[in-house]
């Protein structure tokens, strides 16, 4: 169920192994075109077009062995319940993929903001010092993917894999345990799909209950007042050792070096990307290549090359003394929050798409303090600028049906105002305009680029 990245792999793993696979997605778009050609390729059929209804499946009930659904059908669906009642096995796309791959060591990252970030930079510094250590899940290649390159060998076999898990892939694979499990924070999200923060707190602290070796953000405000509720793991810090009754592990100093339990490694100047919140990034990476058996140096080493990731945080260029940087991968107030923080100030914000729910007091806070002006565009532009304006913003806000018209908005304003920085931050999910936040970075990118060679 779902035509996704995941679907898709899911239906390749399977059918490699003899299943005779169907794939069933409730829209009919374009998009799947060159997906469909490929499955059907393979003998995999696919039928677009088809709700995910149990009148849906009667034509292969049946016969029907297991249901595999992509993380964005949710694990309660009615239409699941029922099958789960008929006896048909259930599964999350991310648990065929840890029954074929658990002989390997995982490492599972997750969190509400940053796990990609983890993910890409703990890949970064593996792969830097010779361990294949490939990334996949929420991130990177689907996890079946990975399951099926590694048993066709089209790759050299993984001695790690680095998974990023959503709280939906966590959910729907409650058999997943990770000999290394990160926690990088929480805050409310994804709500509309879990209803309360308590539970999807619950479905996060599962993985890490699983996991052997747990390392948690001491920073994190909620983490940090759940700490007596978790399992005992090593807790990293940028704000020193912590106390007798709450240490850290691993931490930066007040001269901004980190240290291991007393021991000094290296200065946090060897990560050149922005903003505090990357230095708890920076922690955490380091504690699990500590775990792994790399050394201070190794993991310096490769921490000073490391550019960050697309779409989050990332910096494509100046014109007129203005840095861009290009965050589209902030789908949420928190995320965007924390950009907004690390970029120079005054800086232009660009945001918009569809709303989540969510406190927006600490994002609003950021755009009074450091932006001289906010371009709204997409679905819910005008919710969020009579959130802005009813916040008592006084600097210009203004709004556009597109990102194309937001972007040249946002250089005027820039411009008239000195401003340092101009920020696409969304904020918000691009299902409205856009397949996903990738798209949409890129499209950001294609406007920005003629400005960047001026």
Avoid at 222 to 237: A, E, I, T, Y
Avoid at 318 to 340: L, P
Wanted: charged share 25%.
């Amino acid at each position: 169920m779902g035509l996704g990245r995941s679907g898709i792999g899911a239906a390749k793993l399977l059918n490699a192994e003899g299943y005779h696979v169907i794939v069933i997605e409730s829209q009919k778009e374009d998009k799947f075109k060159s997906a469909i050609q490929e499955l059907n390729k393979l003998g995999i059929d696919v039928e677009l077009s088809t709700p995910f209804q149990t009148k849906s499946l009667a034509p292969w009930l049946s016969q029907l062995n297991k249901v595999v659904v992509s993380p964005g059908v949710p694990w309660d669906h009615p239409t699941l319940n029922v099958l789960r009642h008929q006896g048909i096995s259930i599964q999350g796309e991310m648990a065929v993929a840890w029954q074929r791959l658990k002989d390997i060591p995982w490492i599972g990252v997750t969190g509400t903001n940053g796990k990609s970030t983890v993910t890409h930079f703990l890949n970064h510094v593996l792969e830097s010092n010779g361990i294949n250590a490939p990334m996949g899940g929420n991130v990177g290649f689907s996890a079946t993917e990975l399951a099926l390159n590694v048993q066709e060998e089209k790759r050299r076999r993984p001695e790690w894999l680095i998974m990023e898990l959503s709280s939906y892939q966590i959910e729907a694979a409650p058999e997943v345990s990770p000999l290394i499990g990160i926690w990088t924070n929480l805050t409310p999200d994804h709500l509309e799909r879990h209803k309360t923060l308590d539970k999807y707190r619950e479905i996060k602290r599962s993985l890490l209950d699983r996991s052997q070796i747990r390392i948690y953000n001491a920073d994190d405000p909620d983490l940090k007042h759940q700490r007596n509720n978790l399992r005992p793991g090593l807790w990293v810090s940028t704000l020193g050792p912590g106390t007798k009754k709450y240490p850290a592990s691993c931490w930066i100093d007040q001269e901004d070096f980190l240290f291991e339990n007393g021991n000094k490694l290296f200065h946090s100047s060897a990560l050149n990307i922005p903003g505090k919140h990357n230095l708890q990034n920076l922690l955490m990476v380091t504690k699990a290549a500590r775990e792994i058996g790399l050394s201070p140096k190794e993991i310096e080493s490769a921490i000073k090359s490391f550019k960050g990731v697309p779409h989050r945080l990332e910096r494509l260029g100046e014109f007129k003394g203005i840095t861009v940087f290009n965050d589209s991968k902030a789908t949420n107030y928190d995320s965007a929050c924390m950009a907004i923080k690390a970029v120079p100030s005054p800086s232009i914000v660009l945001a918009g798409g569809e709303i989540k729910k969510g406190d927006a007091s600490a994002w609003l806070i950021q755009l009074h303090q450091k932006a001289c002006g906010i371009v709204l565009f997409g679905k819910n532009a005008n919710e969020l600028i009579d959130l802005i304006k009813a916040s008592g913003y006084s600097g210009d806000v203004r709004c556009s049906k597109s990102l194309d018209q937001a972007v040249n908005q946002a250089v005027e304003i820039g411009l008239n105002n000195n401003a340092k920085s101009l920020l696409l931050s969304p904020a918000c999910a691009s299902f409205d305009q856009y397949k996903d936040f990738e798209e949409r970075g890129d499209h950001f990118r294609k406007l920005i680029a003629p400005i960047l060679e001026r």
